[in-house]
């Protein structure tokens, strides 16, 4: 009796597995989709913020963090990587979507009007189901491309950043060395002026002046 009874329940216990467990792993990947969906949005409207048509308008320094901002907000291929992983996430509700239904009917035309047989006519309406686990799947290779999108967009945020900021560093280094050049002249200048006062009067050589003058020139 027992071995009748086990067998059947087994089979039971088998098949609620079958059902079930897909429909867990479909529920994981949603709950994943709405977690990158949050993040992209959250990404596109820190994008959308509108700001000055001129870039640094006004400002008497050129800061670091305004220059990376302003960089990150025009430069277009971050817009394009942004794009790039919209439309992988809108792949995964194609993805996990079931067939769209068929309905469909018929007559029989012979039957109206007879008066053997009754008027026959029929409707009918299918659904395609995939095998247990297949949506599933689908979506996470459509979460996993949407994913990769994300870390290449953040990626080319990174790298453009990262340029930015060593082109602040070039910019700050040549523009410090404008300074010394030309406070050097300066001094040049002056060496060259007073070596040009003493020999006119007479305390200094005539090479003096000849060689301020030259390393003025240099």
């Known amino acids: 009796m027992h071995e009748l009874f086990s067998r059947p329940r087994a089979l039971v216990a088998v098949g609620t597995l079958v059902l079930v467990l897909p429909g867990c792993a479909l529920l994981e990947t949603r709950i994943h989709y709405h977690a990158l969906s949050r993040d992209y949005t959250r990404e596109s409207d820190a994008a959308s913020v509108v700001g000055s048509d001129v870039p640094f308008g006004g400002a008497a320094t050129l800061d670091r963090g305004v220059l990376v901002a302003e960089v990150l907000r025009r430069n277009p291929t971050i817009a394009a990587a942004r794009k790039a992983w919209r439309a992988a996430l809108a792949r995964y509700p194609q993805e996990t979507a079931l067939e769209d239904p068929m309905v469909g009917g018929g007559v029989g035309p012979r039957s109206f009007g007879s008066r053997r047989i009754e008027d026959a006519w029929r409707i009918d309406a299918s659904q395609a189901f995939p095998f247990p686990g297949k949506l599933a799947l689908r979506g996470a290779a459509a979460l996993a491309e949407a994913?990769?999108?994300?870390?290449?967009?953040?990626?080319?945020?990174?790298?453009?950043?990262?340029?930015?900021?060593?082109?602040?560093?070039?910019?700050?280094?040549?523009?410090?060395?404008?300074?010394?050049?030309?406070?050097?002249?300066?001094?040049?200048?002056?060496?060259?002026?007073?070596?040009?006062?003493?020999?006119?009067?007479?305390?200094?050589?005539?090479?003096?002046?000849?060689?301020?003058?030259?390393?003025?020139?240099?």
């Open 147 to 218: 994913e990769a999108m994300a870390h290449d967009y953040q990626a080319v945020r990174v790298r453009l950043a990262a340029m930015a900021s060593a082109l602040y560093d070039e910019a700050w280094l040549q523009a410090r060395s404008l300074e010394i050049t030309l406070r050097h002249v300066e001094l040049v200048r002056e060496d060259h002026a007073a070596a040009l006062g003493g020999y006119e009067s007479g305390v200094g050589s005539q090479q003096d002046p000849l060689r301020a003058e030259l390393e003025e020139a240099e």
